[in-house]
């Protein structure tokens, strides 16, 4: 059975009980302890330096849990900047809370390259990559970008009408919602 390679923005830290790793990732990390996995993404720390880019692995059973952190800048633009400023308003339907900055597109993008970069040396051939959270929706395409060629399912938020009315009004938008679709679905 190929290993399961779970992505995520968060990643909840061996034995760690909290919600700070979010609902989901405490279900996932459930189901993962079923097969071999690597689960990849944010520690959660800040730092004051550039992000890391070499991951911190840990292993707890059969699941590898590598994290890396994130920048203060990297975190203000990625994080609270367009993925929860601009993103969770428009997918949870509060269209005007959301905040459109050009920078923090820029991070979020750069961050979603980073994350690849970091995620494919760690990669086997045969894996089954499971990308979850809108905060990576342009991981699918930097995956490809680095040469990952294999099925990358994606875990897609609901998008209301008002939400899809404000994306098709941003090319730009329009351009980093079609890279979050080069996650192929499978199965």
């Not at 990732?25 to 690597?38: E, P």
């Not at 269209?95 to 086997?124: D, H």
Request: charged share 20%; proline share 5%.
């Amino acid at each position: 059975m190929a290993r399961l390679v779970i992505v995520s923005n968060r990643v909840p830290a061996p034995g760690q009980r909290s919600q700070a790793a979010g609902g989901l990732a405490v279900a996932l990390r459930n189901a993962a302890h079923q097969r071999d996995c690597l689960w990849f993404g944010w520690s959660g720390n800040v730092t004051d330096g550039a992000s890391p880019l070499a991951p911190h692995i840990m292993q707890a059973g059969r699941i590898a849990f590598a994290t890396i952190g994130l920048a203060q800048a990297d975190y203000q633009g990625y994080y609270r900047g367009f993925a929860n400023g601009m993103l969770w308003p428009l997918l949870h339907s509060r269209v005007g809370l959301s905040e459109f900055r050009r920078t923090e597109l820029a991070a979020y993008l750069a961050v979603n390259t980073a994350f690849a970069k970091a995620l494919v040396p760690l990669l086997r051939a045969d894996d089954t990559i499971w990308v979850h959270d809108y905060h990576l929706f342009p991981l699918g395409q930097a995956l490809r970008d680095a040469g990952v060629s294999g099925p990358t399912p994606s875990r897609r938020h609901r998008c209301s009408s008002a939400c899809r009315r404000a994306i098709n009004c941003c090319a730009r938008w329009r351009r980093t919602m079609r890279s979050a679709c080069r996650c192929p679905k499978t199965g």
